[in-house]
Structures are given as C-alpha cells and as structure tokens.
C-alpha cells in the first residue's frame, strides 16, 4: 500500500490487488497516469471496438530480453485497466428500460497503462512492466525513469507516502457513518415475492435481486478504501480513480472488496470462471461459524441457486471455446471472508483460436452469478423490479493485455464514489425456495462487513 500512497495524487489511479493470499491471490498490479482513456464506447456496432483499437496502440515486443521471457514474470505488464458496467449489457441485449438513472458514470471506463508495477506474493518480489504506446520509446523512457525514481525515493525514506500522495484524507467528520437502504424492508419482501411468482410462472429458475445503500460523502476516498481493505479483506481488493465529477468537482472512485473472480485468461488461452452463491455469515465462536458452514453446505437451496448459475455460466463459455473443453473441475466449495462465507464453483474451458478478451466478455457479460436463469429474462425481471440502475455494482473491474490475457473481478462488495455521496449495492439469488425475511437477512450480513470495515452501519429511512 505504500507505494499506491506514493501514487495516489497522479490521475486514473488503478489499484488491482489480493488482500490475503489465497486460490488465485498472488498477484497485485498499481498504475497511473494513463495515456488514454475510453470513457463509454460509441453508440451503435460493437461496443468493444475502441477498446481493441486503444490495445492496439502498445507496441509489440521487440524480440530482445524482458518481462516476457521470464516464466515467473507477472501476467499484466502494460494494456487496460478499468471497469464495465452491469449497464454495458444492454449493448448485447434488447432491454426494457425500467429503472431510473441517477449515477452519471461510463458504461465502459478502461485506460490504456504503457507502466505497471506488480507485487508477486508468491515469491516477494516487485516487478516494473512497460511497453511504449504509438512507438513513442522516448518518452516510455522519461515515463519509467520518473516511476522508478518515485519508488526508490519512496524506498529510501526520501518522501513519505502522504506528502507523495496529497493530502491525508478528509477529517474524520467527513466519514460517512450512516447509509440509508433505497429499497424498504417492505419493499424487498414484496420483490421476492415478485421474483418467486415469476419462477411460478415458468419465466425464469432464478434472479439476483438488490438493493442500494446510501450516503452523503463529499470527502477523498482514498482513506475509505484503506479501510476496506483492511477491514473487510477479501480475494480482490480494487481502486480506481475517476476524476472529479464534473457537476459537482467530488472525487468520484470505485472502491471494491470483492470475494468473486469473473473471468480469466491464461497465456495459453485457458478461461476460468468463478461464481458464487450461496452464503451464511461468520459465527461469534469457532463452533458457531463451523456448524454455520455445514448448514451451508448441506442446503439444497443453495446448491440448486449455485448449479443453476453455473449451467448459465457454462453455456456462456460454451459460446466461445472449443467445443468439448468447457468443464467443472471444483464444483460448491467453502471459501470464507471476515463478514460471510461462500458457496464457490469453478467452470474453465479453451478459448477458440481467432478469439481475444473481448469476444469472452461480449458472449459472458454481465456475469451469470449476479443476473440468473435464463440470463436476458432473469434481466428483464431484475430492471422491473429494482428501482435505480445498477451503474458499475455486478459489471466488473479488469485489466487485459495486448497478448490477449485478462483477469477480472465482480464488482460486488463494492463502494461508488459518486460526486457528492457513497453507494453500496447488497443483493442475492432468488430461487423458488427462497424465505423473503432470510434473504432480507442475507443482504443486511453483506452489507455489515464493508460497512463496518469504515465505521458505517445501515439505519432505517
């Protein structure tokens, strides 16, 4: 974190990282300062276009020695990093517009990164990944030279992280400490009741229905996120630095803590899909959490809500591997954070040859495990019945390479800094079995962990 400090006053600050080791929390990757930023794709055609032409624009290894030839080398050393959101899945789909628009920000927001430095805490070591853009070497050069000089000030004790950064943070005053549910309690009974009827009805086996949370937060939220991190660790931590609004000149950021991987990419065109459904909270005691992780896993319910969502996730990767590779090699494990526990499964297949990052995210997004089954009806149900669009809450955070590797994460347990207040979306799969006040309950256990992890708690309207 020293080093995101030592950054953090430069612009489009990106922070992608692990906050505990773990199945795939060996990596973590800090950039600023892009060169470019796509901020929403063009109406009409293929919404991912630009983004492949702004890859495009890194030049291609040189043949000599670098990061590349090194196997133990980090898997994003330059390309895009940013965030979708649940929103862009309207551009692959014919969708009801129902829910009503108040959060102003991108669909699509990825900035093109020519600097990377990664963190491996598998072997302990930093890495400084650069690729020039346009062919500009020269100032690739200056652009490394003035990185690595900032790291070994930072190093030496020549700047603290705070004078590097900016300013410490807003004054205590200034943190949020309450945030409002904009749905009711009487309102959420009535939407799962709503979703069961349509499952009564044969439309759909199952939909992820939220609600937002909300506060008043004019402050930097750089602090907040510090907290986050530390409060509320999980498989993905993320930052990502927006700018002020332009309304309002409030920082607007992307503060997230998320326990769910979207989709991966391997050098050799391996994908990899995590979900998850099914959740208990944390025990008091160690006897409470075990015999809560057995109810879990005993649950029928929630294993027929996490097989559901892989059949939807399989057919998805189907669409865009080789035929005969799509497979479930960990099918309803455990997997644990401070607040809650999961039920987890993995789905991985083969990248047909001809396809890159984008053709997975187009057949995939928005991911399965956060709409239902089917998909575009689970869809339809969600935008009747919640009342604000998602914005970036259930899209994905991500960074691709030019050499077609990616790893995502969704944006669940997520803060939006929005120009003037804080947002949290909690939601859950709704099957047919489901208790409306035990999902109510379920979403209160997921907004605790984040919220207390920054001194908040949730209050009734």
Known sequence: MDAAEAFRGRPGLVLLESARPGRTGRWSYLAADPLAVLDSPAEGGDPFAESRALLRRLDAPDGGPGVADVPFAPPFSGGLAGYLAYDLGRRFERMPALARVDQHLPLLRLALHDWVLAWDRRRGEAWLGARAVDGDRARLGRRVADVVGQVEALARGDVSPASAGGAAGPPAAEMPAAFVSGTSHAGWLAGVEAVRAAIGRGEIYQANLSRRLEARFAGDPWPLFRRLRTGDPALFAGYLDMGASPATGVPRALLSA????????????????????????????????????????????????????????????????????????????????????????????????????????????????????????????????????????????????????????????????????????????????????????????????????????????
């Open 258 to 461: 998320s326990p769910e991987p979207f989709l991966a990419i391997t050098g050799d065109g391996i994908v990899s899909t995590d979900p998850i459904k099914g959740t208990r909270p944390r025990g008091r005691t160690r006897e409470e959490d075990r015999a809560l992780a057995r109810e879990l896993l005993a649950s029928g319910k929630d294993q027929a809500e996490n097989v559901m969502i892989v059949d939807v996730l399989r057919n998805d990767l189907g669409r865009v591997c080789v035929p005969g590779t799509v497979r479930v090699p960990r099918l309803l494990r455990l997997e644990r954070t401070a607040a809650v526990q999961h039920l987890v499964t993995t789905v991985s297949g083969r990248l047909r040859p001809g396809l890159d990052p984008f053709d997975l995210l187009a057949a995939s997004f928005p991911g399965g495990s956060i709409t239902g089954a089917p998909k575009i009806r689970a869809m339809e149900v969600i935008e009747g019945l919640e009342p604000v669009r998602r914005g970036p809450y259930s899209g994905a955070m991500a960074w691709i390479g030019p050499d077609g590797r990616m790893g995502s994460s969704i944006l669940i347990r997520t803060f939006v800094a929005d120009g003037g207040r804080l947002t949290l979306h909690v939601g859950g799969g709704i099957t047919w079995r489901s208790d409306p006040q035990a999902e109510w309950d379920e979403t209160v256990a997921k907004a605790r962990g984040p919220l207390s992890s920054i001194g908040a708690v949730e209050v009734t309207a």
